[in-house]
Nanobody
């Protein structure tokens, strides 16, 4: 059974930083993209960032571009996201996701496995 375990959420003041991490277990084979989505209260889940298997291709939502950086671990089954200059509107539950294959997609439909989510709260 494929499992994605996130860590690193928490409470931070506006302008601060947090680092989220995610590890995939139970999945055989490789060559799949990984990404992060988030869902704020009362809003739909939205794309945040995605990274290819090799780590050479990344895409970001416009709202986080220049502030967030997604990276792939050496072991490839891990992904992290450094979040800097956090704003109150970044407050959400953040979900790690693993794609069904190598496609570097930016929609929920591209991803077949999801973590439980980790809360990020940014106070003003």
């Amino acid at each position: 059974q494929v499992q994605l375990i996130e860590s690193g959420g928490g409470l931070v003041q506006a302008g601060g930083s947090l680092r989220l991490s995610c590890a995939v277990s139970g999945r055989t084979g490789g060559n799949y993209a990984m990404g992060w989505f988030r869902q704020a209260p009362g809003k739909e889940r939205e794309f945040v960032a995605v990274i290819s298997w090799t780590g050479t291709v990344t895409y970001y939502a416009d709202s986080v571009k220049g502030r967030f950086t997604i990276s792939r671990g050496t072991a490839k089954n891990t992904v992290s996201m450094q979040m800097n200059t956090l704003r109150p509107d970044d407050t959400a539950v953040y979900y790690c996701a693993a794609n069904r294959g190598p496609r570097v997609g930016v929609t929920s439909a591209d991803f077949g496995s999801w973590g439980q989510g980790t809360q990020v709260t940014v106070s003003s």
